[in-house]
């Protein structure tokens, strides 16, 4: 590997990592109250993709443990977000669905995100966004299949 190439990968990963700091702390931000952004990602996920998922495949999503899906799923069930019920076909297994009071903090928790993200888009420039995001989403394919 050439020493250009490393430079490439050590500037990309310190862009990387910096967003990401910096975007989990303002998000935080704006999330509301009692909300963590590990909460949100799994309501939206559950908003979006519909039907009932299991812990685990939920942890397998988001590439964490099962156990730090459970500490998610538990304090998302305590505020009444999801609903966690036995597997009826396989008793060893639990089942997770959104909950009515967990679309309404999902749909609360994206107006708050929104607006946020639209004024950096707009900062930043629409095109220069449109043009980012398939790298983005190509970097995220590679970096799952490692």
Do not use: C
């Amino acid at each position: 590997m050439s020493t250009a190439t490393e430079n490439l990968a050590i500037a990309l990963i310190s862009e990387i990592l910096t967003v990401d700091q910096l975007s989990r702390a303002q998000l935080t931000k704006v999330l509301p109250k009692g909300m963590e952004l590990s909460q949100f990602s799994v309501l939206n996920h559950l908003a979006t993709h519909g039907g009932e998922r299991t812990p685990a495949q939920l942890a397998k999503t988001f590439h964490l443990t099962r156990g730090a899906m459970t500490n998610t799923l538990s304090k998302l069930e305590w505020n009444g977000w999801v609903h966690v019920r036995p597997d009826w076909d396989d008793a060893r297994r639990k089942l997770v669905s959104l909950s009515p009071a967990g679309r309404v903090a999902r749909d609360a928790a994206v107006a708050a995100i929104v607006p946020l993200m639209a004024d950096i888009t707009r900062r930043v420039g629409e095109e220069k966004v449109r043009q980012l995001l398939p790298v983005l989403r190509d970097l995220r394919v590679k970096l799952s299949e490692s």
